[in-house]
């Protein structure tokens, strides 16, 4: 895939690079919220995401809704606790790295009792302490996060999602990081809402929060009369999400709805499954680059995503400058976060990335880390990522 000349190469883990005919469509002509080619990119754009979390079809009235709103992720995680928990009720959070913690600042800002379990950074929270925290704490909803991406570890979330299930629990997973590039399998594993945003492994310029709610969710809401937010309110937006044309609630961003058609296009061209094998072979590949490069990855092998790597850097370098040295080669890596910052980079390798982009992200490392006076022969990590693209779809 191609990005735009000379514009810096995106391998942070997200944004990440658009495609041109996405870009192209975002240009196009603004389309009014009600008009019927904004029903139809609507229409397509739900439909290519309720392919992509294997969540039951968009548009039939007995399938999950999926929600298109103007906002990042951040918002998502909102709108997907928001109407399910208010002030005084428990949530339990299950936090593996970042991002969970995202999701408890959430839940106590809209008032909610936030019960957390958690684990060390670069390590995945065992479902029987999930299994107890529920137990102890009677939250009746849940939140996880599908990939950590401080850590680019994956959580072990079908498990919980059986949990859950058995316990009559409510799970909201959040996806930001891995839809899109690894399977979330929604409604086989009965997750009750997956929330993503368009800037990542979906490959859509960032503006987008996405989110997919079973009817068993929505039936909670219904159930619970008020919703602590108006915008975020799924009731407000269901007649509009089923059908833009007939019915308003707040104005749709129809530029980005109609790039994200034209993702899914792009995305279902390729086939979902094919898609996820591509994010599993970059990932090895791409780790077999760093190592090769002296920049391990943090976290087993086992517990890793395909979409982001956080990777240690020799103590000797400083990560801050590894960056500056990547980025006088136009390609944009990112820092470590949190406690992370001082001794890792981030790299994303989702979304439309390709070998090309590997191939030129891992030679700028290469000569950063060689400027930088690391001892790293030219060709080491280039070398290695190709053995490990042709080794093929190793990854997870
Ligand atoms: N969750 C995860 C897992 C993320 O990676 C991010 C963005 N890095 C977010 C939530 C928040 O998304 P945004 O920055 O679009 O608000």
Known sequence: MTVPARSPLLLIPGPTPVPQPVLEALARPTESHSSEPTGRALRRLQEGIAHALGARPAVEPVGDLVLVLAGSGTLGLEAGIVNLVGPGEKLLVVNHGFFGARFAAAGRAIGAEVVEVSCPWGEQVAPDEVERALRESGARVMTVTHVDTATGVVSPFLEYARIAREM?????????????????????????????????????????????????????????????????????????????QANYFATLPTNMVAAGAAAMELAEGEGWEPRFARHRRMAHAVRRGLRALGLPPMGADEVLSSTVTAARVPEAIDPAALRRAAAGEDVAIAGGIGAWSKTTIRLGHMGATGLPELLHGMAALEGALISLGAPVERGAGVGELMCGWEEGDKGQ
């Open 168 to 244: 009559g629990v409510l799970m909201v997973l959040d996806a930001v990081a891995g839809a899109g590039g690894m399977p979330v399998g929604m409604a086989a594993a009965g997750i009750d809402v997956v929330i993503t945003a368009s800037q990542k492994a979906l490959g859509m310029p960032p503006g987008l929060a996405l989110l997919a709610i079973s009817q068993r969710a929505m039936e909670r809401r219904r159930q619970r009369g008020r919703c602590g937010s108006y915008f975020l309110d799924w009731l407000n937006w269901e007649a509009p999400m089923r059908d833009s």
